[in-house]
């Protein structure tokens, strides 16, 4: 069967064709021989007869012949019934079996180990990789730290110079006066720069207040306000949720040199056009409303002998300050002549000078609404 079977089906049905027309031509002539010669070729042989004997004739009717029955032959012959026992299926054996299972089990669990290997690589790889990424933002900003401390250095090396060079020049004309013995010169105090600029770099606070010790001094005090306030931005951000449920918060931070801040956030009141100048209704803005510092109970205030003697820490901020800076002094009414001695000092070093005058019991505050200090 597989080989196919259509020669044999064509001889056949030649055959068979050929038959078909055999029967089909011989029926044909059978049918057109005459009933008489049929009747003669039938009738049986007559004995002969006495030649003195004279017969009369005898004159018989015809007998009328049934024409033969035709035979209908199918032209095709019909398609011989062919039963195929079906093939048993071969039969395995029971170890050949046990092989295959075996095998397909070991392959199992190769392919299992091959899995847990991969993955195992593939979690290595990506450990590599945030190892990597990891070393590299840590030599970034080693590199980076690097760079600020030998900007800072540079910074202090060249006000430390500023510093003796103007220490210098003061000795050198006291020297000259002290040795020509004349009367020391009247000092005039100008500013080179009358003109105040608002402050927009980085600002150096610090709190005048009255020495009750010495009443011709005055008590120095930094105030890390810039310290606070990052550390109030920081505060805010972890108590983003906490804020929009309440729909706004006061909270504190620090403290820090003696001070905490404490502030208020609160949320913005918009009208429509401002809703629909923001085309988004559904966000809620809050603001800092303000911030006021108060004292923490340590207080590191500094003497104005102490503030402008060597190696202070009042000298020491003045030298790290960044070019272009601004030392910002909350003034005391009973503290102005204290100011006088360190702005002088804070331009020595380089440094422009604001002043805020500060009443007693007025706190240090700020506010989205106050203003920046002007500096000379």
Same mark, same amino acid.
């Given at each position: 069967?597989?080989a196919?079977?259509?020669?044999?089906?064509?001889?056949?049905?030649?055959?068979?064709g050929?038959?078909?027309?055999l029967v089909?031509m011989?029926?044909?002539q059978a049918?057109?021989r005459?009933?008489?010669?049929i009747?003669?070729?039938?009738?049986?042989?007559?004995e002969?007869?006495?030649?003195?004997m004279?017969?009369?004739p005898?004159v018989?009717?015809?007998?009328?012949?049934?024409p033969?029955?035709?035979?209908?032959?199918?032209l095709?012959?019909p398609k011989?019934n062919?039963?195929?026992e079906?093939?048993?299926?071969?039969?395995?054996?029971?170890?050949? &079996? @046990?092989?295959? #299972? /075996? +095998?397909? $089990?070991?392959?199992?669990v190769? *392919? !299992?180990?091959?899995?847990?290997?991969?993955? =195992?690589?593939?979690?290595?790889a990506?450990t590599a990789?945030? &190892? @990597?990424?990891r #070393? /590299? +933002?840590? $030599?970034?900003?080693l590199q980076? *730290? !690097?760079?600020?401390?030998?900007?800072?250095? =540079?910074?202090?090396a060249a006000?430390?110079?500023a510093?003796e060079?103007a220490?210098?020049?003061?000795?050198?004309?006291a020297?000259?006066?002290?040795?020509a013995?004349d009367?020391?010169?009247?000092?005039f105090?100008?500013?080179?720069?009358?003109?105040g600029?608002?402050?927009?770099?980085?600002?150096l606070?610090?709190?005048?207040?009255?020495?009750?010790?010495?009443?011709?001094?005055?008590l120095?005090?930094?105030?890390?306000?810039?310290?606070?306030?990052?550390k109030l931005?920081?505060?805010i951000?972890?108590?983003r949720?906490q804020?929009?449920d309440?729909?706004?918060?006061?909270?504190t931070?620090?403290?820090?040199?003696?001070y905490?801040?404490?502030?208020?956030?609160?949320?913005?009141?918009?009208?429509v056009?401002?809703?629909?100048?923001?085309a988004?209704?559904?966000i809620?803005?809050?603001?800092?409303a303000?911030?006021?510092?108060?004292d923490?109970g340590?207080d590191?205030?500094?003497?104005?002998?102490?503030?402008l003697?060597e190696?202070?820490d009042f000298?020491?901020l003045?030298?790290t300050?960044?070019?272009?800076?601004?030392?910002?002094?909350?003034?005391?009414?009973?503290?102005?002549?204290?100011?006088?001695a360190?702005?002088?000092?804070a331009?020595?070093?380089?440094l422009?000078?604001a002043?805020r005058p500060?009443p007693?019991?007025?706190?240090?505050?700020?506010?989205p609404?106050?203003?920046?200090?002007?500096?000379?």
């Open positions: 069967m597989d196919g079977s259509d020669s044999f089906l064509d001889v056949l049905a030649n055959l068979v050929i038959l078909v027309v089909v011989t029926a044909l049918a057109a005459p009933a008489a010669s009747a003669e070729a039938d009738a049986p042989a007559p002969s007869a006495a030649p003195e004279a017969l009369e005898i018989s009717e015809p007998v009328a012949l049934e033969p029955a035709m035979v209908r032959v199918p095709i012959a011989p062919v039963v195929f079906p093939t048993p299926p071969p039969v395995v054996p029971a170890s050949l &079996e @046990r092989d295959v #299972a /075996a +095998a397909e $089990a070991t392959l199992a190769l *392919r !299992r180990r091959v899995d847990e290997s991969a993955a =195992a690589h593939l979690m290595a990506e990789e945030r &190892e @990597r990424q #070393a /590299a +933002a840590a $030599a970034a900003e980076r *730290r !690097r760079a600020a401390m030998s900007q800072i250095q =540079a910074d202090a006000a430390a110079r510093a060079a220490r210098l020049d003061r000795d050198l004309w020297a000259k006066a002290a040795a013995g009367k020391p010169p009247e000092r105090e100008h500013s080179a720069l009358p003109v600029r608002r402050v927009t770099g980085d600002e606070h610090f709190r005048l207040v009255g020495d009750p010790n010495d009443p011709k001094g005055g120095v005090r930094p105030v890390p306000i810039d310290d606070l306030t990052a931005e920081q505060d951000q972890r108590r949720n804020i929009m309440r729909g706004g918060y006061d909270g931070v620090g403290p820090m040199s003696g905490v801040m404490n502030y208020r956030i609160e949320r913005e009141t918009d009208d056009l401002d809703r629909v100048r923001s988004s209704p559904g809620v803005r809050f603001r800092l303000g911030w006021t510092l108060a923490a340590d590191p205030s500094a003497t104005l002998d102490a503030a003697a190696g202070s000298r020491f003045l030298a300050a960044g070019p272009g800076a601004t030392a910002t002094f909350w003034v005391a009414p009973e503290a102005f002549a204290a100011f006088r360190l702005r002088a000092e331009r020595a070093a380089g422009y000078v002043a500060l007693n019991g007025v706190p240090i505050s700020g506010s609404d106050g203003s920046r200090s002007v500096a000379q």
